[in-house]
Every structure is written in C-alpha cells, then in structure tokens.
C-alpha cells in the first residue's frame, strides 16, 4: 500500500463529454504527478503540480487539465474526450520537487473507457 | 532523459536469483537509474535507484557498471508474487527542475515460474 488512492476505479464516457479524475497524495507529500498508461505500454507523462502549481507538462494538449489542492488532493480533466483518451490514468505523490521526487508512490489507477 | 534499452521479456525459477538487465550507455553524470515494476492491474511501484555504487534495500539490489552505460537489477530469491514489467528509468535528479518525470519505456516483463 503507497497511501495514495484515486477515485473512480473505473469510468464509461462518451466521446464529447468531460471527466474529473480524484487523487488522494500521501500525507506530507507536496508534489502529484499524473500519467496516461495506454494498454500494453509504458505510463506517459501528463503534467505535475508542485505546490498547487503546474511544475512540468508532457506532451497532451490543453484540454487536459488539473489542479491541486492543500489538503494533498488533486484532479485531472479532460474535456472533449476522444476515443484515445482510452486508458489507465495514474497519479503519483512525492516529496519535493525535482531532487528527491523521483520517488514517486503510485495509486492503483482510474480506467477510463470513451465510447 | 537517457534513453534506456531492456530486454522484453525473462522467465526466472521461482527461489531463484532474478537479474534484469538494462543498458543506458548514454546516461550522463548527473543522472541516477530509477528501477520501478508493475504488476498487473496495479500501479508502479518504487523498488530502487542509484548513482554509481551499488545499492541494496529489502525488495532488490541494484548493481551499476563502473562506466555507469549499464546497471542489473537483482531479486535475490524470486517469488511467483514477483511476477511483473520491469522499468529501468535513468533521471537527472536536480532541485528545482521544472517539468520532473519519470519517462517509462516498454520493459521487461518477468515471469517467475514455479
């Protein structure tokens, strides 16, 4: 068990809508990062959020989004899901921003399905 | 990030030693290997990293070449739970850096077999 928990497990939208992902970091830890995990790949990259700011984004346009909170929570939205957006999206909570955060402690994941 | 090449896919016996390669000859002197694995359905897990000498925690050790271009992850006593993709990561580690990831490859996936 990392501590770090995400919410919904699992999510059926259509292509169009919008989704709001939940992240739930360890206690203490001051930096999330958020990565897209296709079937039968590796995780890639999102965006990361250091002190409630956006401290690095990967290669995904603007209509991916997030926040995060003080409480050690954060989102991820994606507006005008495509049918690619289909994946496994991964948080990752870690301390400090660049030097020690790459340890990072995974949650189990939302599946995300665009019809 | 160092680009980094591993074989796609091992079979170990179960209670026997596990050692995954992973070359990375370009690896710069301020970057450390990272090793994470996932099991299936679950998140990525943390198991080890290092700069230049070897490390060693409860889950692994992790041994790096003296020219840094190679490193092998070692499971000294594989279980079946052990079952999992294998990631090398190799990452400046630097205060401050804007945008810090972690850049996961394919991996490899190792099987432990009873």
């Known amino acids: 068990e990392t501590g770090v928990t995400q919410s919904p497990t699992h999510l059926i939208k259509t292509r169009g809508q919008q989704v709001t992902l939940r992240c739930s970091s360890q206690?203490?830890?001051?930096?999330v990062s958020w990565y897209q995990q296709a079937l039968g790949q590796g995780p890639q990259f999102i965006f990361q959020?250091?002190?409630?700011?956006?401290?690095g984004r990967g290669n995904f346009p603007p209509r991916f989004s997030g926040l995060q909170f003080p409480n050690y929570s954060s989102e991820l939205n994606v507006n005008a899901l495509e049918l690619d957006d289909s994946a496994l999206y991964l948080c990752a909570s870690s301390l400090g921003a660049g030097f020690t955060d790459g340890e990072q402690y995974f949650g189990p994941g939302t599946r995300l399905t665009v019809t | 990030d160092a680009k980094t090449t591993q074989p796609p896919s091992m079979d170990c016996a179960e209670g026997r030693a596990a050692n995954l390669p992973c070359n990375h000859s370009?690896?710069?002197?301020?970057?450390?290997v990272y090793w994470y694995r996932q099991i299936h359905s679950q998140g990525p897990q943390y198991i080890i990293h290092?700069?230049?000498n070897n490390e060693t925690n409860e889950m692994a050790s992790l041994i790096i070449t003296e020219d840094r271009k190679s490193s092998t992850l070692i499971l000294p006593h594989a279980t079946l739970r052990d079952t999992a993709v294998y990631y090398c990561i190799v990452r400046v580690a630097k205060k401050g850096t804007s945008g810090s990831r972690l850049t996961f490859g394919e991996g490899t996936q190792l099987t432990v077999n009873p």
């Open positions: 206690s203490g830890h001051n930096t």
């Open positions: 370009t690896i710069s002197g301020n970057e450390y």
């Open positions: 290092g700069l230049k």
């Open positions: 959020y250091y002190r409630e700011e956006e401290n």
